[in-house]
């Protein structure tokens, strides 16, 4: 079965810093991969997907992640965080089934942002 | 353009009470899902379908029914609430494939 691994609970990071959020996936086949963000009391909301092709996957909101197989790895990055980024972000792998695309999550990054 | 609505945002139940939340989706979506959300977990799927007239058990469905009865709509069904169900519950839709889940806004449930 399908596995996603989020292995920091809890970041914190001064506003203009840089960014690494880890995400670890086990997966047999050759993975679809998903970053989500979720903002207090909302939904979650599509930051960038992996299908195929490069490695390097740009997003919304200034985000990118890299697929690396051999590391079995979909980090998520950015250069210079805005205070605004402070969330909870959840790294997803899709298995697609004739019965429906099942996502499972990782346990998911709260990311706080020091002014 | 709402995308996808949730009602009711919040609850409370005593235990032993029922109700229904209700998903809607504007986007023509083929496929419907239902999540619970819980400190430290992540989403788990409870219930989902990949169309009209068809559900089927996700990783948690103990406790909750569902019905499609049209397309737009996914309704999530507590017959007998129980404190474990105390809970964020979040509705999805997609296409088929390898598209992305669009997700509405959450219900946050509450069992006494």
């Known amino acids: 079965a399908q596995s996603v691994t989020q292995p920091d609970i809890h970041i914190t990071v001064s506003e203009g810093a840089s960014l690494e959020l880890r995400c670890n996936y086990s997966?047999?086949?050759?993975?679809?991969l998903f970053w989500y963000v979720q903002s207090p009391g909302q939904g979650l909301q599509l930051l960038l997907k992996?299908?195929?092709?490069?490695?390097l996957v740009q997003g919304i909101k200034g985000f990118e992640a890299e697929f690396k197989r051999s590391q079995s790895s979909f980090n998520l990055r950015k250069p210079s965080v805005h205070w605004s980024d402070a969330a909870e972000y959840f790294c997803?792998?899709?298995?697609?089934?004739?019965?429906?695309?099942?996502?499972?999550f990782g346990t998911g990054t709260q990311l706080k942002v020091e002014l | 353009n709402a995308g996808v609505t949730q009602t009711p945002k919040f609850r409370v139940l005593k235990t032993g009470q029922s109700m229904t939340l209700l998903c809607a989706q504007d986007?023509?979506?083929?496929?419907m899902y239902w999540y619970r959300q819980d400190p430290g977990m992540g989403l788990r799927l409870i219930h989902y379908?990949?169309?009209?007239?068809?559900?089927a058990k996700g990783e948690v469905p103990d406790g909750y029914n569902v019905s499609r009865l049209k397309k737009q709509n996914f309704l999530l069904g507590l017959e007998s609430a129980a404190p474990s169900q105390t809970s964020v519950y979040f509705c999805?839709?997609?296409?088929?494939?390898?598209?992305?889940?669009?997700f509405g806004d959450g219900t946050r449930l509450s069992i006494l």
């Open positions: 379908s990949v169309g009209e007239g068809t559900t």
């Open positions: 997803a792998v899709v298995r697609l089934t004739g019965g429906g695309n099942k996502l499972t």
């Open positions: 986007m023509n979506h083929e496929y």
């Open positions: 997966y047999g086949a050759t993975p679809y």
């Open positions: 992996y299908f195929s092709g490069d490695t």
């Open positions: 999805a839709s997609s296409f088929p494939g390898n598209q992305p889940q669009h």
